[in-house]
């Protein structure tokens, strides 16, 4: 059993938030002044992976360290299906060697992944706790009639919104204007800054810190910006100007050698219109939530355990925001498959350090287990202490992403290549040095496509590889598959 002196965790998720939406990334749009403490006081990766471009498989894939062929989770609504019974979380393996483990704000995967939490004050039905809190604050029901037409879905309270969101598009551009699926909510929140549910998050996840000050713990504190929706409370909401943003390079993307040609999430002429907007407003949202967590390190800090905790700090996946024109996320693109990574123990990660080579999140169960001293199960997934001390344990590392049945991405420092698993779409493959935008697809129609079929052949093979390794039900179609 493990003793109050051995190691804390503190394991901080947001949810969409990609890789470059951080100032320590070098973002010009958004500052991120507690996040980037961390990067000071710690390791900075810059090329980290989301197992997955899409919510539940990232998030049951981070949990378990393996990938999503082996959680079962492959889209989002499978969180409502009972994995295999012999699925272990990382939390499963700590709280097996001592650690009480808790888990606030947002969860979204498999509910039989929650065995390890003995109190689930706000994960499982995050809106429900979220209302309960705000009518504890004095928030009534607004009642209902044209003056309160715009209603936030998690909150319940009226918002302001913006020209690009989806009820002030049907009631005054009428439904043809609006997608095929549901929209997305854009506003400024009525709610006061000080009960948003960024702020409830912090807030619990504090009195976690201090209930739990005596034990060995791991808390998992999980924000859900800068996801939608994106009503974001003031003085945030006001914090990024529309005027300062600058239209992505990548936004006139035609995207024509490519499967993602008529993607359904391509933004539409009234999104186009006013990107600038909403990328300010998902940019509010990070600054909001960087806040946050200033008060929870702050937090950690006045209980006297920072020496003796791992934080880690990551996103389930990143967000396109205008790039090649698209929204959200679901690609595998770098602006939706890249992630932000941060990690600091003082005294075990050197201060100011930066791992450049690709790693996956399926590498955080085994990580975490690494600096905590605990013996996880077999897992794919690496250990990233000889990363982070200098170490290059692989000469060339490659990392893999599936989105859905639809597509898988092995990526190394210089190529990405993305096998289709649709015998009417194209396989993609990109120079990351010459092209780290993603724009020009080497293969499909590209008339120079001879010249590197040898490459895409060489990262097909170490896809099959992979596939070989993890017990991938698509091995034998892919061998089957030409380069296309």
Not at 50 to 79: F, K, Q
Not at 129 to 144: C, D, M, T, V
Not at 283 to 306: C, F, K, M, N
Not at 465 to 475: A, Q, R
């Amino acid at each position: 059993m493990r003793t109050a002196r051995n190691p804390n965790l503190l394991f901080i998720m947001t949810d969409q938030q990609r890789r470059d939406a951080l100032s320590c990334m070098g973002s010009r749009f958004v500052h991120t002044p507690s996040l980037d403490r961390l990067a000071v006081e710690g390791v900075r990766f810059t090329n980290a992976i989301t197992p997955s471009p899409i919510c539940v498989p990232a998030r049951a894939s981070v949990l378990t360290g393996l990938p999503i062929h082996h959680t079962g989770c492959i889209t989002n609504p499978d969180r409502l299906r009972t994995p295999a019974s012999d699925l272990t979380t990382f939390d499963d393996a700590l709280t097996a060697h001592g650690y009480t483990a808790e888990y606030i704000g947002k969860w979204h995967a498999p509910e039989a992944l929650l065995r390890p939490y003995s109190r689930l004050p706000t994960s499982v039905s995050l809106d429900t706790f979220y209302r309960g809190y705000l009518a504890e604050k004095g928030y009534g029901s607004p009642h209902q009639g044209a003056s309160h037409a715009y209603i936030s879905p998690l909150s319940g309270q009226p918002y302001d919104p913006d020209p690009m969101d989806h009820v002030y598009r049907s009631l005054n551009l009428g439904r043809g204007h609006t997608r095929p699926e549901p929209g997305l909510p854009f506003g400024r929140d009525s709610v006061r800054a000080e009960h948003s549910i960024s702020a409830m998050i912090a807030d619990e996840t504090m009195r976690s810190i201090e209930r739990l000050k005596d034990v060995p713990f791991s808390i998992t504190s999980s924000f859900l910006f800068p996801h939608d929706p994106l009503i974001v409370p003031r003085p945030y909401c006001d914090s990024v100007r529309a005027a300062d943003m600058a239209t992505p390079e990548t936004f006139d993307d035609a995207r024509m050698n490519t499967p993602y040609k008529d993607f359904v999430w391509q933004m539409d002429d009234l999104e186009r219109r006013h990107v600038h907007l909403l990328m300010a407003r998902y940019y509010a949202a990070v600054q909001e939530v960087d806040h946050h967590i200033g008060r929870i390190l702050d937090a950690l800090d006045t209980s006297g355990l920072t020496d003796n905790t791992l934080v880690v700090f990551t996103s389930d996946h990143g967000e396109m925001l205008g790039d090649h024109g698209l929204m959200t996320k679901f690609v595998h693109y770098r602006e939706a498959v890249g992630v932000p990574l941060l990690m600091r123990m003082p005294g075990r990660i050197p201060e100011g350090s930066t791992v450049q080579a690709p790693v996956c999140l399926t590498d955080l169960f085994a990580t975490i287990s690494d600096y905590l001293g605990v013996t996880p199960p077999d897992r794919w997934g690496r250990s990233l202490q000889s990363w982070i001390a200098g170490d290059a344990p692989e000469p060339d590392p490659i990392v893999f992403s599936q989105f859905e049945h639809r597509n898988v991405m092995a990526q190394t420092c210089a190529w990405k290549y993305v096998w289709s698993n649709h015998a009417d779409e194209v396989d993609m493959l990109f120079d990351l040095t010459r092209d780290p935008g993603e724009v020009n697809n080497l293969l499909g129609a590209n008339p120079d496509r001879a010249r590197y079929l040898q490459q895409a052949a060489a990262m097909k093979e170490r896809l099959a590889e992979w596939m070989e390794e993890t017990e991938h039900p698509w091995l034998e179609q892919l061998a089957a598959t030409p380069v296309r």
